[in-house]
């Protein structure tokens, strides 16, 4: 099987495929990095640049599909990962009216929009849902280069942007619910309860349990028995978030909050894991950018589209980010607000499943990543200005 | 395509399967250590398992098969990344000459054994060659379990099997050419000349060429930029290899070589790269359980040939290495011989490409599979008993 000229093509070009997909993901980022850009907005380009639209290198397979949902399934784990149930306790009130108003106020005003514009329901559910979850990635980068993550206004942030992202994922399981035909308010309830009853288990109940159990983990006789046991739990709850009808990557989520505790400051453990998703994550990404089709954008109203709803974006989470911290003065509620501005590879993954389920078409799928793509561009200059004068006074 | 439910059954089985692969690996694996035993063999044997011979859970298909491929790839890598070119020249003549003694006493034994028997050609020099390759990894963690890495003759016996990869995958090279049916001797040696051609411009000036490199690799913008050059470099020389008619696990192994210098003590690389073989690599050897067929031991003869060609196997490899260390006294060449008997995943990988070739049948595969797996599970009783006098005098 290993010698690729044993059946001429066939193993070859699978690993071609594979080389072409990770260095040019790889190249993009390096080069996104040195432009001061995150490195992920690099690798989707890469896709875009390898894929049919352009250069038309490499195209999606059973193989490179399979290879990104993998992908996606450990990104959302590291995610889970830095989510300490404790923290979003301790951040409390504020960071929730935060989460919340930065949540309804764009879900709502992206549906209307896009009835308005003449979307189906469960279309405008979709591009409602992929504006709702926050990347706390990218901002917090920025505020960790400025010397910042220790201000009010940063906790608050990151705080908001770990509930944003699991009442997203929440609303997430609902709206594919009901994009699977499934009106029956019954059966949708029953979705929303699973996915809520999981998420409240794993908090209450999973955690907890495995902190309890960690010497023991420690104790077993294999090697790396931490990140063995971390990815048979990532790999057995996407499985069982799948069979429940939620997506696999609220199981892979709830499996990496599920162990937050217990691998805090287990540095070995998140090399590990980090080199795991190192080589798989690219595949994701690259594989939502070989799935664009740029020529959507030739038609004028699709245009129109992409600028509407980026703009309606950024305004709704800046007014409804920044609504929920107007406590705190006028300054710190923009500071807010911006920073839970980009959608990064959240939003990405909203797209990826609405175009998987079949509910929305390569036009919006493009909308919705552009719309991804420019909310993550545009924040961190604007963030930088913003808190300009904490880095001058610190 | 993320929410099974959409697509009923399609990507819910994919990760279903990896699952059940996976976890029964590991499971295996920590069963394996608890009875003192290498986890790679309870690894293997979980293949079996969950097998079509065994239980019937999981079945070969294109993805587990291309994740396998992945996985003995980033195997061989790290194997490579142990393998420091100058210090196979510092352990000298005599490392050399057990390791030539070492490949050709096994490889002649074991191919006029399969003739005698009344095997192929291609068949008997598939066989010779599976019995060339010796795992370092249990010797070497036998040693280190007794304190005794420092010896002359676990130097030796060190030095001596990294020779014996190197040789391995030359020969298999060779051989693998000879089963796609090129018979013209003429094309023979084209492909052991570029292998051989391909190794020395690896060892003598793609290594210190990455060396030099390596401060500018580290200056690289973007993160774990080691990692990414390295994963980079192994894609792309396993590419190039099996584009010129080699295995792609040399490029592979020839990758980590010429790497090997430059990452030395770079404990997040490496803890990176055993992030991801910890991942892939149980794919390998599960899939290569998975391929063997229980019931051709049921054919007296089939047994009757697997007793001796382990027994050929074992007693090959103690005379050859042992000839090889003769000048340093009878127990010392005892040690290197009994050190260099493990097989290992080497041998496997070999059995591996013959079965894929086709050039081997399935009753062949569970010959070499037996022989691999046995030789790795006697070997270590008898090396402690071997060694004992020197852990008591230490």
């Known amino acids: 099987m290993f010698l690729a000229s044993a059946s001429p093509g066939s193993h070859l070009n699978v690993l071609l495929t594979l080389l072409i997909m990770w260095v040019a993901a790889k190249l993009m980022a390096e080069l996104f990095e040195r432009l001061r850009q995150p490195a992920v907005v690099g690798e989707i380009l890469a896709g875009v640049l390898i894929g049919a639209s352009v250069l038309g290198w490499v195209a999606p397979t059973e193989i490179t599909s399979t290879l990104a949902e993998i992908g996606v399934i450990f990104l959302l784990f590291t995610v889970g990962l830095e989510t300490r149930p404790l923290d979003i306790f301790r951040v409390g009130r504020k960071a929730g009216l ?14 209307l929009l896009m009835r308005a514009w003449g979307a189906t329901n469960v279309e405008s559910l979709f591009i409602g849902t992929a504006m709702v979850a926050t990347s706390v990635g990218i901002t917090a980068r920025v505020l960790g280069q400025m010397g910042l993550l220790d201000l009010d206004t940063s906790r608050i942030i990151l705080g908001a942007a770990i509930i944003d992202d699991i009442l997203g994922l929440l609303i997430l399981a609902v709206v594919s619910s009901v994009a699977e035909g499934r009106v029956d308010y019954l059966e949708i309830a029953l979705t ?11 908090a209450f109940v999973g955690a907890p349990a495995v902190t309890k159990m960690a010497p023991r983990i420690d104790n077993l006789r294999m090697e790396n028995s931490f990140f063995v046991f971390g990815l048979a739990l ?22 990496g909050m599920a162990l937050a505790e217990a691998t805090e400051g287990q540095k070995t453990m ?3 894991m980090n080199g795991v998703t190192e080589f798989l994550v690219p595949f994701f990404l690259v594989s939502i950018g070989m799935q664009l089709k740029l020529d959507v954008f030739r038609d004028p109203s699709v245009l129109a589209l992409t600028v509407l709803v980026t703009l309606v974006a950024v305004i709704t989470k800046l007014v ?13 509620a923009g500071q807010v607000g911006m920073g839970m501005v ?12 609405g175009l998987g389920l079949a509910v929305i078409n390569d036009a919006l799928f493009g909308v919705v990543l ?25």
């Open 342 to 353: 980009p959608r990064g590879e959240v939003g990405v993954v909203v797209a990826q499943i």
């Open 234 to 255: 990532c790999l057995g709850l996407s499985v069982a978030a799948a069979y429940i009808g939620v997506a696999a990557i609220i199981g892979a989520f709830l499996a």
């Open 320 to 332: 409804g980010g920044g609504a929920g911290a107007l406590s705190l003065g006028w300054r710190q």
């Open 192 to 202: 929303a309860g699973l996915a809520i009853g999981f998420t409240l288990f794993i």
């Open 370 to 394: 552009f719309m991804a793509v420019a909310t993550t561009l545009i924040a961190p200059p604007f963030l930088k200005m913003l808190y300009a004068r904490d880095a001058m006074t610190d």
């Open 270 to 272: 998140h090399k590990q």
């Open 98 to 111: 935060v989460a919340v108003l930065g949540v309804i106020v764009p879900m709502v005003c992206g549906y």
